[in-house]
């Protein structure tokens, strides 16, 4: 199946000179430029008429008519699933997503995925890029995502993330005790032995990850990160590649560390926290159709909220003199 997309409109006569795609990319300037050079190329753009090319100059004043076939993703089914909407309208949804739930329907997971739960929420977003999804969270990290409902607030939103202007904070916990906060400037690619991983190598893309300490404790530390890229898997891999793995990270986490003589309640919380400590707590953003910033919060969830009680409580029973953090955690081989 698929939708039909009918556009007219009236090259400006500023545009003279121009290439037609160029052309386009300003007359329908709700559209991306991908999605009107794909339309040219399938032939579903007439110019006074008749199928031009997109390298063709324009004179200005030129008539062309857009009937374009949207295609939808048939393979993904709806399902009736909880969604947790902090914010909707008719341009965006603001999602919590819970940890665990898989964000689009892939070779391992083809339902239960939060794009099946979208779909039987609004049934239009089948006609929409990835169900309007324009960033992601991993499978066990949690809070807030932005999902477009139109094409216009799609290129919006993807055009806020490329100019780095849409804000995202994150909250972690991480292995380690940090001494201050910084940023990590470093890219990001495909690991060169393990494929399904990324790492920080010299033929990655461009990563920048900002970090600052919100508390300290024996072992681990309680930070927020705020992102100008977003590459794949970025703060988990930043933050291992600091020597600071997120806590309880099954891939890029390492060997799990405890508080030397901690309790047996915090060992085991320890041993059992089997997923990335990572949570997207604030998202900021414009408006794709009016000229406000909005912004919403997401309290942290409660297994981090726990967690970080008790590691709380584990540093107020240290010892006063127990100063001296690299002392104050061993290793444990599971």
């Given at each position: 199946m698929a939708n039909r997309t009918i556009l007219q409109g009236i090259i400006p006569a500023e545009c003279a000179g121009l290439r037609l795609d160029q052309a386009l990319a300003q007359l329908f300037s709700d559209y991306s430029r991908s999605r009107l050079t794909q339309w040219l190329k399938t032939g579903q753009v007439r110019v006074e008429g008749k199928i031009w090319r997109a390298r063709?100059?324009?004179?200005?004043g030129e008539q062309v008519a857009i009937h374009a076939e949207l295609?939808?993703?048939?393979?993904?089914?709806?399902?009736?699933?909880?969604l947790d909407i902090v914010y909707q309208d008719d341009q965006?949804?603001?999602?919590?997503?819970?940890?665990?739930?898989v964000v689009h329907p892939a070779a391992g997971n083809p339902a239960?995925?939060?794009?099946?739960?979208?779909?039987?929420?609004?049934?239009?977003?089948?006609?929409?890029?990835?169900?309007?999804?324009?960033?992601?969270?991993?499978?066990?990290?949690?809070?807030?995502l932005v999902v477009a409902r139109t094409l216009t607030a799609q290129k919006s939103l993807v055009e806020q993330l490329q100019a780095h202007s849409m804000q995202r904070e994150y909250q972690a916990i991480v292995?380690?005790?940090?001494?201050?906060?910084?940023?990590?400037?470093?890219?990001?690619?495909?690991?060169?032995?393990?494929?399904?991983?990324?790492?920080?190598?010299?033929?990655?893309?461009?990563?920048?990850?900002?970090?600052?300490v919100r508390e300290r404790f024996r072992a681990h530390t309680w930070i927020r990160c705020t992102l100008e890229t977003g590459r794949t898997h970025q703060i988990r891999v930043h933050l291992a590649h600091l020597?600071?793995?997120?806590?309880?990270?099954?891939?890029?986490?390492?060997?799990?560390?405890?508080?030397?003589?901690?309790?047996?309640?915090?060992?085991?919380a320890l041993r059992n926290f089997?997923?990335?400590?990572?949570?997207?707590?604030?998202?900021?953003?414009?408006?794709?159709?009016?000229?406000?910033?909005?912004?919403?919060?997401?309290?942290m969830p409660a297994?981090?909220?726990?967690?970080?009680?008790?590691l709380r409580e584990d540093a107020r029973q240290a010892p006063e003199d127990d100063e001296d953090t690299s002392g104050t955690w061993e290793y444990v081989d599971e």
């Open positions: 063709d100059k324009v004179r200005g295609e939808e993703q048939t393979d993904w089914q709806p399902e009736a699933m909880p965006i949804l603001v999602i919590n997503k819970p940890a665990g739930l239960g995925t939060m794009v099946n739960a979208l779909l039987h929420h609004d049934p239009a977003l089948i006609s929409i890029p990835r169900a309007g999804i324009v960033h992601r969270l991993d499978k066990d990290t949690s809070g807030l292995t380690g005790v940090m001494t201050a906060g910084g940023t990590v400037e470093a890219p990001i690619g495909r690991h060169p032995v393990h494929r399904k991983r990324m790492a920080v190598t010299p033929r990655g893309k461009p990563a920048v990850t900002h970090y600052r020597l600071h793995p997120l806590l309880g990270d099954p891939v890029y986490g390492g060997r799990l560390r405890l508080p030397r003589d901690c309790t047996a309640e915090l060992a085991a089997r997923r990335q400590a990572l949570h997207a707590g604030r998202l900021g953003l414009m408006h794709p159709d009016r000229d406000e910033f909005m912004e919403w919060q997401s309290p297994d981090m909220r726990q967690l970080i009680e008790l």
